[in-house]
Nanobody, 114 residues
């Protein structure tokens, strides 16, 4: 399984951005998927997860602003980010569970200017 993120870029604070993560390969093994981010100078942190059935949970820092969704037929995961803040600036990574294996994308940079 391979994951490729897209949709990152530079955006002003208060605006929105949508990230996509497309899975390819032997995708039938994929169950839970999620978004993580690596903020400069900090470690990687969870943004949110979504199960195969569509149940979601989010980090407190993004609740009410970010929404995760997935189109299983298209093997694609999304992250809708609204009301962006400068502190949301990070490299965003997609992760999928393929059986017991964790598969990561290479990340996409989101920069939020004040």
């Amino acid at each position: 399984v391979q994951l490729v993120e897209s949709g990152g870029g530079l955006v002003q604070a208060g605006y929105s951005l949508r990230l996509s993560c497309e899975a390819s390969g032997d995708t039938i093994c994929i169950s839970t998927m999620g978004w993580y981010r690596h903020i400069p100078g900090q470690g990687r942190e969870l943004v949110g997860l979504i199960t195969l059935g569509g149940s979601t949970n989010y980090a407190d820092s993004v609740k009410g602003r970010f929404a995760i969704s997935r189109e299983n037929a298209k093997n694609t995961l999304y992250l809708q980010m609204n009301s962006l803040k400068p502190e949301d600036t990070a490299v965003y990574y997609c992760k999928a569970l393929c059986g017991d294996l964790e598969v990561w994308g290479r990340g996409t940079l989101v920069t939020v200017s004040s």
